[in-house]
């Protein structure tokens, strides 16, 4: 019977006590660097948390006060101090100031647009165009008060002399909220072109009006201004009289 040969087991080296110890002192130290690491980004967390709410809490307080300031404007420019007896032009003059002390402190939509709208009621036109360009720059997103802001814009440019510019800006009116309000921009078109001494195309614009708002609010309008075809027929004669004269 052949003899079984037996294997030698090998025996395995034991751990030394000292790589144990080695070991556990790096994890340790690799646990301590996570743990000032995440310690750090929490502060960092926090602080910018503590940075952002206290702005937020200025930037809030800010606004109520310039909306404070605004509100008192308004009494002024509306007219709604009845107790003090002073003129249109002295009550205009009390609103600017306060209008400019409520934008200096926070600049709120409504306020800026008073604030031009004052400087236009008091014919200081070129500073109006400055504080209604400054609007469309800030607010634009804004389309509701945008569209009044460029009815009044154009009509200071008109007050200057500056008619392209005005027509310039009625173009951009007649593009707010998607068409919303070009029938407002032909209409203040029109009348400016009639003003201007430019008949024909004001009644072109008029005409346009008709054709593509026929229940505008300006319909009524622009039927005034148009003539019927039997005036047309009158208009035509007494062009040829004029001619053979």
């Known amino acids: 019977m052949p003899k079984i040969i037996k294997k030698k087991a090998v025996q395995k080296k034991p751990v030394q006590e ?3 110890s080695g070991f556990a002192l790096e994890v340790l130290n690799a646990l301590k660097k996570k743990q000032k690491m995440l310690i750090t980004v929490g502060i960092v967390v926090a602080a910018m ?3 952002y709410l ?3 809490m200025y930037s809030s307080s800010l606004k109520d006060e310039a909306a404070v300031i605004e509100k008192n404007a ?3 420019y509306y007219g709604e101090v009845t107790k003090l007896s002073i003129s249109d032009e002295e009550r205009l003059q009390k609103a600017l100031e306060l209008y400019k002390e409520s934008v200096d402190i926070k600049v709120i939509p409504t306020a800026l647009f008073n604030l031009g709208n004052t400087y236009y009621r008091l014919g200081d036109y070129a500073n109006a165009i400055k504080e209604y360009d400054l609007f469309v720059d800030e607010f634009s997103g804004n389309e509701e008060l945008t569209a009044l802001v460029y009815q009044k814009l154009a009509a200071s ?3 200057v002399g500056q008619n392209d510019k005005a027509f310039g800006v009625l ?9 919303l309000f070009k029938d407002t921009a032909l209409v203040l078109e029109a009348r400016y072109l009639e003003n201007a001494g430019e008949a024909e195309k004001s009644l072109a614009k008029y005409r346009e009006l008709m054709a593509e708002f026929p229940d505008s609010v300006w319909s009524a309008e622009a039927v005034s201004k148009l003539p019927t075809p039997k005036a047309a027929d009158e208009k035509k004669v007494e062009e040829k009289a004029a001619e053979v004269q």
């Not at 173009?171 to 068409?179: H, I, M, N, P």
């Open 74 to 76: 308004n009494n002024y």
């Open 157 to 159: 440019y008109v007050r």
């Open 18 to 20: 000292e790589e144990i």
């Open 171 to 179: 173009g951009k009116l007649a593009k707010v909220k998607d068409g």
């Open 49 to 51: 948390l503590a940075l």
């Open 54 to 56: 206290t702005f937020f």
